[in-house]
């Protein structure tokens, strides 16, 4: 609705994508949706959301969006970035999409820059390096400086070793975050050398790999971000993997686009072990409606794949030493972007762990999984031919103002036919478990998106209950986490 107050993590966008390995013909795994590494841009009074493995989706208020197709380039590439500079915007992105587009409209039409050519693996690539040879970037990002300068902060490919069977056929620099300023002619051509602008510090324990950073041999530092704030530098990065709860964004600062650049003390800027979001890093910062600095992130699903994924969003913020941070990640109720006042919007999840029952159940698939505030667990029906629910008893009387589904897209299977659909629901609300109440209806839904945040008039409830009425043709009905979201009894 035009009129939301409030948004809520992950983004309920429409039409989240297939995962960019389902299309593969050699793929044999479950399917599964991928929607990471935004980058979004303000242009023209509208924002434009470029995630990977397809584009784009845009808003009039960084809060509803709308999915545009488009037909070239669909999918770049990974962690696609776009820059306005002059008149024109450019687009690049990650190893595959190693090349440069332009247009005058995020809409397009798109044209590829450059001339075609080979690495030293023999990787296509239409990028020049400042001696006019071939090279290939990994997450890029464009930036165009305040004289007009563009520049590209990424990771860089280096030849593969003899006898390596790396899969992408390059031995990718992630260790390290490179700067190179473009040439304003041609800017597929590197106007310099590249700089190593941050280089992987075991030291720096958010950096080390794994899920408890307990490993040093195997550096990523990948997903740079450039921001200009008062006329400093910060130089932001994602690193330890996006297959990981605990991915993060680390920022160094610097008085110019080549740096220096020194580590923030306050570090990492923005980190998640635990909770139903977790795994946010792999960003961009845009200025929103309200004239603050948003991040987009990436949220970690991995359930069935590493690249499963989705979309968040939060502040950004300065300290009062002018050190960025997120503000954030949020899994509860936020001010959206343009409010009076930013920030939790004071709603709590008054669902989770709470006592559930289902009118069915699939064995292993419990009710309580719906409100265990994990995104990696779901309840599942044992019939989904028929209108299936669950019910939480909230314990005590709360205002309830909002709930947030998380559907668990059971049964997706791209390869067979069974493709996202609009599910349709109902969220019944009741005082006393017998007179029961509709706050919000989706019967005659006609969208496709699986996850939903819905808000309603504050209604005093103690029982909740999620009706599903029907999945999309050839899927299971199976719900994620189905939160209830209200004021509490007493001040906080």
Known sequence: MSDTLTYCNPLPLPQYQAGRACAHPCFKGPSFREMADPTVIKFEGRWYLFPSAGMLWHSDDMVNWEFHHLEEPFDPGYAPTVVVHGECLYLSASWDGSSIWRARNPLGPWEKLGTHGEDEDGNATWLKDENGQPVRWGDPCLFVDDDGALYCYCNLAEA?????????????????????RLRADDPSRFAGAPVALIEFSPSRWWERYGEHNQMTAHPVLEGAWMTKHDG???????????????????????????????????????????????????????????????????????????MERRIGMDLVLFDENGEMYVDGPSSAPQFAPGQPRSGDAGLLPLSVNMNVNATSVRDGRDARYAVDDSIQTWWQAADSK????????????????????????????????????????RVWVSLDNKAWHIAIDRSSNTEERHIAYETCAPVKAQYARLEVLAAPSGMEIAVAEFTVFGKPNFSV
């Not at 593969?160 to 190179?180: F, N, R, S, W």
């Open 386 to 425: 028929q209108a299936q629910s669950i019910t939480v008893d909230l314990a005590e009387k709360f205002d309830v103002t909002a709930a947030r589904i998380v559907f668990a897209d059971q049964g997706l299977d791209y390869a067979a036919g069974i493709v996202p659909g609009p599910y349709r629901y």
């Open 160 to 180: 593969t070793p003899a006898g390596d069977e790396h899969p992408y056929k390059l031995k990718p620099c992630e260790g390290v975050i490179y700067g190179v």
């Open 232 to 306: 400093r530098y910060y130089l932001q990065y994602s690193s330890n993997g996006t297959e990981f709860k605990n991915y993060a964004v680390g920022c160094f600062t610097g008085n110019s686009p080549l740096g220096p650049f020194t580590a923030q003390q306050r570090n990492p800027i923005l980190i998640q072990r635990h909770g139903f979001v977790n795994g946010t890093a792999h960003h961009s910062v845009v200025d929103g409606p309200d004239g603050r600095l948003w991040c987009f992130y990436t949220v970690r699903i991995n359930n069935v794949h590493p």
